[in-house]
């Protein structure tokens, strides 16, 4: 099979967002006891941060990372994870059953952002609270001092304020599973009142309102009309959710087409928008920040059934080759619309379906799902070209007739760098794939590098933590105006080019 990818450099979505590579950690299972904080842990540094899941963080590429939830925020107090530990309340988690011990609280958060070089994005309650809950977080993390909450953090040994810009108001308040689920004009109005009092207390803020759930959710789209309605002037972003499995796709080359449900949820939740922006004679353009998207098998690692445990094993998916392309073309997708998606946080960092895993006393390592991830963080710099691809479709169930190869590509004009990521979705057959360079002549490729496996389900365990890595491709050249590049079926790849 043959495919010819068309680029120029005069042609640009927009400019690469840093803030796309978020991740998400949520008090969910063992995301952060025995994930990113286990204080008896042999590498645990002098806040209890365990230093071999930091590194993996920073070597993956996080930009920016979503906290504390997720369902959990919708029943959480925040302040019962301030102050000294011992007098923190043990509570029960309805939205992952669990026993939370609050161990670990915004103050431990802000700390471990720095130490991973991090933006904070932090979400706030507005199921089980409101406005002055909402308020008195803010004054808590942004305020310098002088203040009752202010004057508390410092007191806590927090002398900086948290600066925290990017706030979630809710979570998921579409969903039924939600505690304090709304309908859509009550939760508009709840948003658009507390960003209104938000920014009476600090300018610069970045708000950001539920969208839905997921494209399925039988609100979609209604929803986010109502929510805007009431709350656009207020905020910057939508948000939206999504999580592909192969089980629930049917099949295998379904699945590998998930990025198609991806790209059309952008595409009507900005069309929505844009509507609502309409109606009111707005010039002003709300993005999408896709705070929650990954691969997750939620039937098969559900909430625990025994009575409240704390920090339980829930939703410890271990990912395949498969998972990690799928992975990487949703990523694509999110990178491809970069002029509307300014934020995305893949959900989550470690071990609730997470490309980072980690065992209580043990070892941590990276899940066949972390490279696309740290690929594309490293090398996606300055402008995502638009780019055009004639090339084979295949037939799948969900989807129909679907490209085989999905693609995006990077230029960075500082180190004239152009980068193709691109998924090669065939379950069989390779691909030759021609990138057309007339555009930028003289140029070379670098480097290519390719994730595949001959066993599309092999996937990284503690047992064998590096079965699923990325390779070197040799055969890789500029022929004439063409780079021309093997794609083995069921691949994941990089192509740098200078
Ligand atoms: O990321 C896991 C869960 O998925 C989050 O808590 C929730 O927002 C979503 O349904």
Sequence with gaps: MKAQLSLDPAFVVADVRRRTFGSFVEHMGRCVYTGIFEPRHETADEDGHRRDVLDLAREMGVTMVRYPGGNFVSGYRWEDGIGPVMHRPRRLDAAWHSAETNEHGIGEFILWTRKAGVEPNYAINLGTRGVQEALDLLEY???????????????????????????CLGNEMDGPWQTGH?????????AAETARAMRQRQSGLELVACGSSNSSMPTFGTWEATVLQECYDQVDFISAHAYYNERAAGDLASFLASAVDMESFIEDVASTADHIGAKLRSRKRINISFDEWNVWDNAATGTPTVDWPSAPRVGEDTYTLADAVVVGSLLITLLRHSDRVTAACQAQLVNALAPLRSEAQGMAWRQASFWPFAHASRLAKGKVLDTHVVGPNYPNERFGDTPVIHSVVT???ESSEL????????????????VGLRAFPGYRVVEHVILDDED????????????????????????GEDAQVLLPPVSWSFVRLR
């Design 182 to 190: 709304k309908t859509p004009y009550e939760y508009g109005r709840l």
């Design 411 to 413: 230029h960075d004009e």
């Design 141 to 167: 993390a942004n305020h310098p001092g002088g203040t009752y909450w202010s004057d508390l953090r410092i007191a806590h040994g927090h002398a900086e304020p948290f600066g925290i810009k990017m706030w």
């Design 419 to 434: 980068v193709v990521f691109v998924v090669n979705r065939h379950l069989e057959e390779p691909v030759e794939l021609s």
């Design 456 to 479: 599309v389900h092999a996937m990284n365990t503690e047992q064998e933590p590096d079965r699923v890595q990325p390779r070197r491709a040799e055969s890789s050249q500029v022929d």
